[in-house]
């Protein structure tokens, strides 16, 4: 190998353009490499002017890999996940040929599967990867999730949130992650509403990351090649529909069976603290009809009545061998005097007359394909596998593809299934090998039923299987693949001979059975069919028969039902679905409502007996199955798209909410029935949800923050009431009330003042607690409405929350009354998690940190000295004088009011600049407060701290034009006048600015209020609070003779009082000490040091502490 002369590639004698390494010619590959080794000179692996030999192998390897990554780098990702691991697993085995690689992901149960495919004509990296079931839960939010204190009948308009729980979150970041590295998804989930519902979930979750990815969905009923190979080539959209109406079932199932479980457990409990002191009364919408259909059959034994019958019986034995018994055919009488008569006539003559003699051919029908819910029956009945350990273990057959998919509603193979291979595959057996092979040179003929979902053939084996260790696995795969192999075979053919004979005008009838050929009984053993003899009969012959008899009996009661008999009747009246069968009567046993016999027969419990009576007393048909068959029934149109979801849902809300109202009207009924089957004496329950709502959280308002309901609730001590959103603890509004009220109730009527309407709220105070300004008992809003009222009880109104956003349920997040969810439909009421944003419906507030802050009791503020009145800023809304309050509704006793708070909205910023604002010690706007006692001051305006807790003792008079300080302790009051940026006072261009923000922060112009030489002067000094303040201080009618700056020269000042420097300029920095305490003109020009005074009686010479007038 050398170097050419123009320096771009390199060529040997041996390399040929026709072979190719990675799909390129292999003289291009090599040129690369070439290439890339000559920009790396530092590598020194071959000298530029000398012909060079090396491995021709290794340097062949480099450019396959090299080559294998230049494709790798420009394939399209596609993104498939399946249902299950094992699915994934399998699929990718399948599409790769076995040539697939494995990586883990964040989930340690869900691994990836890596290969390159051929998909949208072109080379993809195809990644496959699973779920574990459904991958989003549903729940209530806030406070609805607690058993206690909380209405069941809320439950029906709760808002409902779908989010993926911790266990799943590594699962959903493995999506999350690939999602990125995507540009297709293919949805590979099981081909049912459940999978269908699934696949939204993933969608949901990958378009969260990546909105325009292509969405498509895989269909396939078994996991073969041919199959997924076909479901590939076959991609389309997924439905919609499907995922709606699974959707719906879901709220429905959680609204319903939370509100029932909830009432029945938490009254139960109580009534019958012995029996059910710690177990949980659940209620499902499937499973009361289930167990409604056991009860119905113990009743039916219970009531049973048997009743006698006599009948006759001919007996002919004709040797000791043959023996014919002929059967009357009036079957049975049950007047014995008439049988009795029959007989005596029968036995005056007892010739027998052959009247007549049929033979005919006789067939036993050949199974017809197996669906669900007739392998439950079956393998319940034939194998004595239960039907959950039979799906369970059909489940685990189909995910190692050994089977179709086991829940499908099909009993007819699809004309585009070729059967051949799959019998062809079963004729390895020993067992059953011979008659498979027998079948094919026959050739097949499948029965066909009358059923179709359109989405999955009858199960059927799709391999063979000679290595199941487990005994059950091996017993139901055996059993689908004898089934699988009688269907496609022949009927048992047989002749069938009837003889009826007459004596004395009595007939009888006899009949013989003689198999001819037994066909695909050879291979099904779960059925039988023996041979009958009968005797050579020709019609008109006669004969005396041995015997002529009557026999007595009596009618029996039916049976208890079994589980194949439950499974029948929840398929006719619609109660589930074939998927979800074994669930329902697996909860009835777990919640031992129902339990099992020796015998397999289903046995109900007293809890059980007890409930459906209680609830058939109230004339409620929660245990029959018209309910749950009617919702059943509107899903299917749900899914074929002739029914709105939302019309269902909000249809089947209300018609249960209407059966549970009734349900706890009557409540005591069930007590009365559960009553007969303990032996316990029953307890009186007190009503678990009053009148006054307290525990029942009677809705007060809507939240201003989130939109859920304002509850009125007690405290856990049972001490005190309060206000609190159902949010919580994502939203936690809230208002305390303090322990000064007794009890608390919400009013019919509404609140004119307020805009959002609210309740009127009526108080009972502890005796005098608010005397003379209120009564004991109180009827008032707390909207706000009434600053007054809500001052002296220290609440304040609730205000809107800023949303937050390190909210973990703030995605995926689904609510009862979204105009539009994730799922597509509408539900019950607004969005916990969107309506943050939305327009507040009450103007109704709480304190917003939680827990709250429990007000104290309400002291008036005492004066205080240390005053300080700011005039206006720069940085902060001001608020003008207070105007006269407004009365609340239907408040009669508003002059007996202490004193007036102003309501919370700031208005627009004065013009007038001689408007002020006054500012207590927290530099906080001060609150303008009138006295409303009886008194010398009766009418008088204040100022006092706005905080409720933790506040300044500032009190200020309103008409005091200036406040006199009592000490030198008491620190010096100004006031702080309404600026205008831009324009200071004197007229000048630019503004005066602070050192906060690199000296851009406007600076606050302030009037010195403290008597002394200053006092009315004006200066500059930072605007924030006096925690936060810099240390900014500037006369404004400085011009640099004294103060706080200094010069610093004609290019640069610092202070007032630079040379060259115009006053107010950004680069004109003043320094000096705040809190109006830098030098005066006069102090500076006298050098006078002021004598300190008395606070008190303002005499010189001694203090406040010490006056000789304080005693």
Request: proline residues 6%; glycine residues 8%.
């Amino acid at each position: 190998m050398k170097r050419t002369n123009d320096n771009k590639y390199w060529k040997t004698e041996k390399a040929s353009k026709h072979c190719h390494l990675g799909g390129k010619p292999i003289h291009l590959v090599l040129a690369r490499a070439c290439e890339v080794m000559l920009l790396f000179p530092r590598l020194k692996l071959f000298p530029r002017s000398k012909q060079v030999q090396f491995n021709v192998v290794v340097f062949t390897r480099c450019c396959e890999t090299y080559a294998k990554l230049a494709n790798t780098c420009k394939m399209v990702q596609v993104l498939n996940v399946a249902e299950k691991n094992d699915a994934a697993k399998n699929i990718a085995e399948l599409l790769s040929r076995g040539r697939m690689n494995r990586r883990e992901g964040r989930s340690k149960f869900n691994k990836i599967y890596e290969f390159e495919h051929n998909l949208f004509n072109q080379a993809v990296k195809m990644v496959v990867t699973s779920v574990s079931g459904h991958l989003l839960s549903s729940d209530f939010v806030g406070n609805y999730k607690k058993w206690q204190g909380i209405n069941p009948v809320a439950l029906f308009e709760a808002p409902i949130h779908k989010f993926c729980s911790e266990d799943y979150q590594n699962i959903k970041r493995t999506l999350e992650d690939e999602t990125k590295k995507s540009k297709y998804l293919i949805i590979w989930t099981d081909c049912d509403r459940e999978g269908e519902n699934i696949g939204y979930e993933i969608i949901q979750v990958c378009q969260a990351i990546k909105p325009n990815i292509g969405v498509f969905r895989a269909k396939f009923s078994e996991i073969t090649y041919q199959s997924v190979a076909r479901a590939l080539q076959n991609l389309g959209p997924p439905n919609k529909n499907v995922s709606d109406a699974v959707d719906v079932r879901i709220e429905l199932d959680l609204r319903i069976g939370a509100a029932f479980t909830r009432f029945q457990t938490l009254r139960l409990q109580k009534v019958f603290p012995n029996s059910l002191g710690q177990s949980m009364i659940s209620y499902g919408s499937c499973q009361f009809p289930t167990l409604g259909f056991i009860v119905e059959r113990y009743r039916a034994i219970e009531d049973f009545v048997d009743e006698k019958f006599w009948k006759l019986k001919v007996v002919w034995e004709l040797n000791e061998e043959e023996r014919v018994e002929f059967l009357w055919k009036r079957h049975h009488l049950f007047n014995q005097t008439v049988v009795q008569i029959l007989l005596e006539k029968c036995l005056e003559n007892p010739e027998a007359d052959i009247v007549k003699v049929q033979t005919k051919n006789k067939s036993k029908w050949r199974p017809l394909p197996l669906d669900t819910v007739e392998l439950e029956k079956l393998a319940s009945r034939k194998l004595r596998i239960n039907a959950k350990e039979t799906m369970k273990i059909a489940e685990k057959l189909y995910t190692q593809g050994y089977i179709s998919y086991p829940r499908t509603e099909t009993n007819i193979f699809p004309k585009e299934l070729d059967l051949n291979p799959l019998v062809q595959c079963q004729t390895v057996d020993p067992s059953w090998g011979g008659f498979a092979q027998r079948v094919l040179d026959e050739g097949l003929n499948p029965r066909q039923g009358k059923k179709s979902d359109q989405a999955h053939p009858p199960i059927h084996p799709t391999k063979y299987a000679g290595n199941l260790a487990n005994e059950n696995e091996r017993k139901l795969y055996e059993f689908i693949v004898r089934h699988f192999l009688a269907c496609v075979s022949k009927d048992a053919q047989g002749y069938e001979t009837v003889a009826e004979i007459q004596i004395q005008e009595e007939g009888f009838v006899a009949s013989g059975l003689q198999i001819v050929a037994r066909n695909y009984l050879e291979v099904y053993p779960y059925e039988r069919w023996s041979d009958r003899s009968l005797p050579l009969l020709n019609q008109g012959e006669q004969f005396t028969p041995t015997s002529i008899t009557m026999e007595e009996g009596a009618t029996c009661a039916p049976q208890l039902l079994s589980e194949a008999d439950l499974i029948s009747l929840m398929e006719k009246h619609g109660i589930g679905t074939d998927a979800t069968h074994a669930d329902h009567i697996e909860t009835i046993k777990a919640r031992q409502y129902a339990g099992v016999q020796a015998d397999g027969r289903f046995l109900p419990c007293s809890l059980g007996m007890g409930l459906v009576q209680g609830y058939d007393a109230m004339g409620i048909a929660l245990s029959k199955p018209n309910l749950r068959a009617e919702l059943e029934a509107d899903l299917k149109r749900v899914c074929d798209g002739e029914r709105s979801p939302n019309e269902v849902l909000r249809e089947q809300i209300d018609r249960y909410r209407q059966v549970f109202v009734q349900a706890m009207e009557q409540v005591t009924k069930i007590d009365e029935a559960l009553s007969t089957f303990f032996d316990e004496e029953r307890q009186e329950a007190p009503a678990p949800y009053p009148d006054a709502g307290l525990d029942g959280n009677t809705s007060y308002c809507k939240c201003p923050s989130c939109n859920l309901d304002i509850t009125l609730r007690r405290k856990k001590d049972n001490n005190g009431f309060f206000f609190s959103c159902m949010g919580y603890p994502q939203c936690k509004n809230a208002i305390w009330l303090p322990t000064t009220v007794q009890q608390v109730e919400i009013d019919a009527q509404t609140c004119t003042a307020c805009p959002s309407h609210p309740p009127l709220v009526r108080f009972k105070f502890n005796p005098g607690a608010y005397a003379p300004f209120y009564p004991d008992t109180h009827r008032c809003c707390i909207g706000g409405c009434d600053p007054n009222f809500m001052e002296l009880l220290g609440i304040r109104p609730l205000v809107s929350q800023p949303r937050n956003q390190n909210n973990p349920q703030s995605n995926n997040t689904r609510t009862a009354n979204e105009s539009r969810n994730s799922s597509g439909y509408a539900s019950g009421s607004q969005s916990f998690a969107s309506s943050a944003n939305s327009t507040r419906s009450s103007g109704v507030g709480v304190t917003t940190s939680i827990p709250p802050p429990r007000p104290q009791a309400q002291h008036r503020p005492a004066t205080s000295s240390n005053t300080r009145i700011v005039s206006g800023s720069s940085n902060r809304n001001t608020r003008p004088p207070a105007p006269p309050a407004a009365p609340a509704a239907n408040q009669s006793n508003a002059s007996s009011q202490p004193y007036f708070r102003q309501p919370m909205p700031l208005p627009q910023r004065p013009e007038n600049n001689s408007d002020t604002v006054i500012v207590c010690n927290c530099s906080q706007d001060a609150m303008l407060l009138t006295v409303r006692k009886e008194g010398p001051n009766t009418g008088r305006q204040f100022y006092k701290c706005a905080k409720q807790q933790d506040g300044c003792n500032f009190f200020l008079w309103a008409d005091t034009p200036a406040p006199v300080p009592s000490s030198s302790e008491a620190g010096e009051a100004t006031f702080r006048q309404p600026a205008v940026r831009n324009q200071p006072p004197d007229g000048g261009d630019s503004e005066t600015c602070c050192y906060c923000d690199g000296g851009r922060e406007p600076a606050t112009i302030r009037t010195t209020q403290k008597p002394g030489p200053n006092c009315g002067r004006q200066f500059y000094c930072c605007g924030k609070p006096r925690e936060v303040q810099c240390k900014f201080f500037e006369w404004v009618d400085d011009n640099g003779a004294s103060g706080g700056g200094f010069d610093q020269g004609p290019q640069e000042a610092f202070g007032r009082g630079g040379a060259g420097s115009s006053r107010g300029t950004i680069s004109s920095r003043g320094r000096g000490r705040g809190r109006g305490r830098g030098s005066s003109n006069e102090s500076s020009a006298t050098g006078e040091r002021k004598t300190r005074k008395c606070g008190n009686c303002g005499q010189e010479g001694h203090t406040r502490n010490r006056c000789p007038d304080i005693e």
